[in-house]
């Protein structure tokens, strides 16, 4: 199984961007899939999440300005983020609870390729 981020780029502050997950494997609609961040010298963070029925949640950082959603039938998880900030800059992730929670997962755990977000100010 694996995950493949896409769809970041260099975006100025108040813009959007829509970044998707593509997953490989049979599973996925068994799958809770969630969307995190890392921003160079600090620890990743889980940012948004959706359940397998399609419920979702977001950190409150982000709340109100990113949307998560999911489409089963192409194996793919979608991030929509508006209203950028600086401080959204960083490698976005995605991944699944395949062997635990998506809050317990690690840096030993399997992590595809992120892609890069920058706002620029």
């Known amino acids: 199984v694996q995950l493949q981020a896409s769809g970041g780029g260099l975006v100025q502050t108040g813009g959007s961007l829509r970044l998707s997950c593509a997953t490989s494997?049979?599973?996925?609609?068994?799958?809770?899939i969630g969307w995190f961040r890392r921003v160079p010298g600090k620890q990743r963070e889980l940012i948004a999440a959706i359940t397998t029925s399609g419920r979702t949640n977001v950190a409150r950082s982000v709340e109100g300005r990113f949307t998560i959603s999911r489409d089963n039938a192409k194996k793919t998880t979608y991030l929509q983020m508006t209203s950028l900030k600086p401080e959204d800059t960083a490698v976005y992730y995605c991944?699944?609870?395949?062997?635990?929670?998506?809050?317990?997962?690690?840096?030993?755990?399997?992590w595809g390729q992120g892609t890069q977000v920058t706002v620029s100010s």
């Open positions: 991944n699944a609870d395949w062997n635990r929670r998506l809050s317990q997962l690690t840096d030993s755990d399997y």
């Open positions: 494997g049979s599973t996925f609609s068994e799958n809770a």
